[in-house]
């Protein structure tokens, strides 16, 4: 892979990033921010914050993608800062964790700044506020890694503690702790279908289920420090940036490794992403380089080579680069690939095997395909012999050839000895029917005595012709799962007409309910579904339909009914909900309403948050978001009452209050620092009062002061 255009800065590159106007953010060691024209590499804007990072193995700086706001660690990382970066002042500094800050983000709506710690701990500040907003659930040791899903609904803590905690941002609640690593896990990032990338510092990989929380899949072929993580838009591809300059790629359907030396680079890579618009891997490294590679390099060659029918040397030149495998002109080789074996199948079954080896000509060369061709005439070397014993009524014979070459059951001549088959096996169910008719039954299947398959399907008709009426009764009566079980017991069932019949009414149950669903019609759907349920083949992927659908209509019949409540306690659990246009509207509105109430938060002005949120107040799946509104609005009123060094026993009494309504939060430690500073003579012990907790707030517990 030979990159297609790059940049060289004196300083290792932290942190990229393409921000919301298309410009290209570039970060050095040094805190040297500089946007860039994504295409031309040229400066157009930046600027010093002259803050010398020393290690950034982890996310010493993070950007909003509007880029207004940024965030860094202190030279000595005693504190989190977070800048505005027009006038590029400091908003605020954040230090209270016990130990060195680890890392830092900002979520993709740009609402927080997260400060991570070697303490275990991350805190979440409210940008706009420059607050302490929440905290995260706690690690018991350093935070390495934090990631935020493409939806903004989830947030992902990695830690040296070996675990990674899952946090659902939009229900303000601790989802899951992932325990599989057996050390420390050091780089994470969300892939699409809710799914989880952890890599720890033994090089294993892990690609887990974030609802269930098992692992989907071990990743192979990790035999470096990976310092980088990146999914591309698509969902389609994970690339891994290493220590040594390795640059991975695996496959995101398959998990498979596609390479495992895609890119190598001489310099440890510092930055991986991806400009989806050209299809750009754009690496960062150590060095100070910026290199951009086309993922797809090399796919007008392809063309070039597909049009002078020059198969040998596509093959040759895929080695260069495993994804243009994923290309259209790729794939148009392999259709062509496929079209030509199985013509070249045909003139081998019409034995004119000169056509078929002129037919291989063009992939002769290629290993690959020469080994499979050479398979398939040596498959079909006796044909012509199967062919014969067919023709002379030789049945016995003709099926042991076929059953020693499996080519030939695809052939005309072995269909139609097969139809053969069902009309005899047929003609032989009905008159087993009849007592009297056995003897005739086993005239018609006498030719077939002989071959295994057909003599135990043979035996089981003669001795269970009862099974045989039950299950026609079944089908009669539309009671599918009876017939199935019926099938399941008895396998020779398979064999009546009657068991293609069901197969092919219920592919035409399910093309019928896809159809209706397109068209919005969901209860012809479910109709269809209701029958199909009892069909094994689709039974599971029919009970998330139905699930699907059925938590949809509630949904929409909520929406029309105007039950906000039921609308978002439903909406808060499903991500498939989120992305309907009800869903983000919805989404919208709160997080609107959550703006303004936290603008009253800043103020203590319990009243406004009341009035800005009062619709939410009976939604149980938003009370945890609400509490800790609330919660933060009573910190700034115990914050104030210390400001204006308000009587010690009336804030004691606040701090009671509050350890109360939300037990012994990071808030409520922190401000009791700066209280007891203070008011150095309390006697106050935090350990000793009664906790209450988060999880438990209700919106009865609302009070206009904490100090009361």
Same mark, same amino acid.
């Given at each position: 892979?030979?990159?297609?255009?790059?940049?060289?800065?004196?300083?290792?590159?932290?942190?990229?990033?393409?921000?919301?106007?298309?410009?290209?953010?570039?970060?050095?060691?040094?805190?040297?921010?500089?946007?860039?024209?994504?295409?031309?590499?040229?400066?157009?804007?930046?600027?010093?914050?002259?803050?010398?990072?020393?290690?950034?193995?982890?996310?010493?700086?993070?950007?909003?993608?509007?880029?207004?706001?940024?965030?860094?660690?202190?030279?000595?990382?005693?504190?989190?800062?977070?800048?505005?970066?027009?006038?590029?002042?400091?908003? /605020?500094?954040?230090?209270?964790?016990?130990?060195?800050?680890?890392?830092?983000?900002?979520?993709?709506?740009?609402?927080?700044?997260?400060?991570?710690?070697?303490?275990?701990?991350?805190?979440?500040?409210?940008?706009?506020?420059?607050?302490?907003?929440?905290?995260?659930?706690?690690?018991?040791?350093?935070?390495?890694?934090?990631?935020?899903?493409?939806?903004?609904?989830?947030?992902?803590?990695?830690?040296?503690?070996?675990?990674?905690?899952?946090?659902?941002?939009?229900? @303000?609640?601790?989802?899951?702790?992932?325990?599989?690593?057996?050390?420390?896990?050091?780089?994470?990032?969300?892939?699409?279908?809710?799914?989880?990338?952890?890599?720890?510092?033994?090089?294993?990989?892990?690609?887990?289920?974030?609802?269930?929380?098992?692992?989907?899949?071990?990743?192979?072929?990790?035999?470096?420090?990976?310092?980088?993580?990146?999914?591309?838009?698509?969902?389609?591809?994970?690339?891994?940036?290493?220590?040594?300059?390795?640059?991975?790629?695996?496959?995101?359907?398959?998990?498979?490794?596609?390479?495992?030396?895609?890119?190598?680079?001489?310099?440890?890579?510092?930055?991986?992403?991806?400009?989806?618009?050209?299809?750009?891997?754009?690496?960062?490294?150590?060095?100070?380089?910026?290199?951009?590679?086309?993922?797809?390099?090399?796919?007008?060659?392809?063309?070039?080579?597909?049009?002078?029918?020059?198969?040998?040397?596509?093959?040759?030149?895929?080695?260069?680069?495993?994804?243009?495998?994923?290309?259209?002109?790729?794939?148009?080789?392999?259709?062509?690939?496929?079209?030509?074996?199985?013509?070249?199948?045909?003139?081998?079954?019409?034995?004119?095997?000169?056509?078929?080896?002129?037919?291989?000509?063009?992939?002769?060369?290629?290993?690959?395909?020469?080994?499979? /061709?050479?398979?398939?005439?040596?498959?079909?070397?006796?044909?012509?012999?199967?062919?014969?014993?067919?023709?002379?009524?030789?049945?016995?014979?003709?099926?042991?050839?076929?059953?020693?070459?499996?080519?030939?059951?695809?052939?005309?001549?072995?269909?139609?000895?097969?139809?053969?088959?069902?009309?005899?096996?047929? @003609?032989?169910?009905?008159?087993?029917?009849?007592?009297?008719?056995?003897?005739?039954?086993?005239?018609?299947?006498?030719?077939?005595?002989?071959?295994?398959?057909?003599?135990?399907?043979?035996?089981?008709?003669?001795?269970?012709?009862?099974?045989?009426?039950?299950?026609?009764?079944?089908?009669?009566?539309?009671?599918?799962?009876?017939?199935?079980?019926?099938?399941?017991?008895?396998?020779?069932?398979?064999?009546?007409?009657?068991?293609?019949?069901?197969?092919?009414?219920?592919?035409?149950?399910?093309?019928?309910?896809?159809?209706?669903?397109?068209?919005?019609?969901?209860?012809?759907?479910?109709?269809?579904?209701?029958?199909?349920?009892?069909?094994?083949?689709?039974?599971?992927?029919?009970?998330?339909?139905?699930?699907?659908?059925?938590?949809?209509?509630?949904?929409?019949?909520?929406?029309?009914?105007?039950?906000?409540?039921?609308?978002?306690?439903?909406?808060?659990?499903?991500?498939?909900?989120?992305?309907?246009?009800?869903?983000?509207?919805?989404?919208?509105?709160?997080?609107?309403?959550?703006?303004?109430?936290?603008?009253?938060?800043?103020?203590?002005?319990?009243?406004?948050?009341?009035?800005?949120?009062?619709?939410?107040?009976?939604?149980?799946?938003?009370?945890?978001?609400?509490?800790?509104?609330?919660?933060?609005?009573? /910190?700034?009123?115990?914050?104030?009452?210390?400001?204006?060094?308000?009587?010690?026993?009336?804030?004691?009494?606040?701090?009671?209050?509050?350890?109360?309504?939300?037990?012994?939060?990071?808030?409520?430690?922190?401000?009791?620092?700066?209280?007891?500073?203070?008011?150095?003579?309390?006697?106050?012990?935090?350990?000793?009062?009664?906790?209450?907790?988060?999880?438990?707030?209700?919106?009865?517990?609302?009070?206009?002061?904490?100090?009361?």
């Amino acid at each position: 892979m030979k990159f297609i255009k790059s940049k060289n800065f004196k300083e290792p590159i932290i942190l990229t990033k393409i921000l919301d106007d298309g410009s290209l953010l570039v970060v050095d060691s040094k805190t040297t921010i500089r946007y860039l024209d994504k295409e031309t590499l040229e400066l157009i804007d930046g600027f010093k914050v002259n803050i010398n990072h020393l290690r950034y193995k982890s996310s010493v700086v993070a950007f909003s993608s509007d880029g207004k706001v940024f965030s860094s660690l202190s030279s000595d990382c005693k504190e989190a800062r977070l800048y505005n970066a027009k006038t590029k002042k400091i908003i /605020m500094k954040f230090d209270r964790h016990h130990g060195e800050v680890s890392s830092v983000g900002i979520d993709i709506d740009n609402k927080y700044m997260f400060s991570c710690g070697d303490d275990g701990k991350t805190f979440a500040i409210d940008i706009k506020s420059g607050k302490l907003s929440f905290t995260l659930p706690v690690h018991i040791d350093t935070v390495n890694d934090i990631a935020f899903s493409s939806n903004g609904n989830w947030i992902a803590t990695a830690s040296y503690d070996r675990r990674i905690s899952i946090f659902n941002l939009s229900m @303000m609640k601790p989802k899951h702790k992932l325990k599989a690593h057996n050390s420390p896990v050091m780089k994470i990032a969300f892939i699409g279908l809710n799914r989880l990338f952890s890599v720890d510092k033994d090089s294993k990989g892990i690609i887990w289920n974030i609802y269930s929380a098992k692992v989907i899949k071990r990743l192979e072929g990790i035999h470096d420090d990976v310092t980088q993580v990146l999914v591309t838009p698509d969902n389609k591809f994970l690339f891994l940036g290493t220590a040594l300059g390795y640059i991975l790629v695996y496959d995101l359907i398959t998990y498979k490794l596609l390479s495992g030396r895609y890119i190598k680079l001489k310099s440890s890579i510092t930055s991986l992403i991806f400009d989806k618009e050209n299809n750009h891997l754009i690496i960062a490294c150590n060095s100070g380089d910026l290199l951009f590679y086309n993922i797809y390099e090399g796919e007008n060659h392809l063309k070039a080579l597909l049009k002078d029918k020059r198969y040998e040397e596509i093959h040759s030149y895929i080695e260069n680069n495993p994804l243009l495998v994923y290309t259209k002109v790729y794939i148009l080789v392999s259709n062509l690939w496929e079209n030509t074996l199985k013509k070249a199948i045909v003139y081998l079954q019409k034995s004119d095997k000169k056509t078929a080896v002129s037919l291989f000509s063009h992939f002769k060369n290629i290993p690959s395909k020469n080994k499979i /061709m050479q398979e398939v005439i040596a498959e079909y070397e006796e044909y012509d012999k199967f062919v014969a014993l067919a023709k002379q009524g030789k049945i016995v014979l003709a099926y042991g050839l076929a059953n020693v070459h499996s080519a030939y059951k695809e052939s005309p001549i072995y269909k139609l000895l097969e139809a053969r088959w069902k009309k005899a096996f047929a @003609m032989a169910q009905k008159y087993s029917l009849d007592p009297k008719g056995v003897e005739k039954a086993r005239e018609i299947l006498a030719p077939y005595r002989g071959i295994s398959d057909k003599t135990r399907l043979m035996q089981e008709l003669f001795s269970q012709g009862e099974v045989y009426k039950r299950f026609r009764v079944a089908i009669g009566q539309k009671d599918f799962k009876i017939a199935f079980e019926l099938i399941k017991l008895h396998p020779f069932l398979k064999e009546f007409p009657e068991y293609i019949t069901i197969l092919h009414y219920g592919d035409t149950l399910y093309i019928k309910s896809q159809e209706f669903l397109k068209t919005g019609d969901t209860h012809s759907a479910i109709k269809m579904l209701r029958i199909l349920i009892d069909f094994p083949d689709f039974t599971p992927e029919v009970k998330e339909l139905m699930l699907d659908i059925e938590s949809k209509q509630k949904f929409f019949k909520a929406i029309k009914d105007e039950d906000i409540i039921l609308s978002y306690n439903m909406l808060d659990i499903s991500d498939d909900l989120q992305a309907t246009d009800d869903g983000k509207r919805l989404q919208q509105q709160w997080n609107d309403d959550l703006s303004v109430a936290n603008s009253f938060a800043i103020d203590g002005d319990i009243s406004g948050i009341e009035e800005t949120l009062n619709t939410y107040m009976a939604i149980n799946s938003k009370y945890m978001s609400l509490g800790s509104v609330f919660g933060w609005c009573y /910190m700034i009123q115990l914050e104030n009452a210390v400001k204006k060094k308000i009587d010690k026993a009336i804030i004691e009494n606040g701090i009671k209050n509050y350890i109360l309504n939300f037990g012994l939060q990071d808030q409520i430690l922190s401000f009791y620092e700066i209280f007891i500073k203070r008011y150095p003579d309390s006697k106050l012990n935090l350990e000793l009062l009664t906790q209450g907790s988060l999880s438990m707030w209700r919106p009865s517990m609302i009070v206009d002061s904490i100090l009361d």
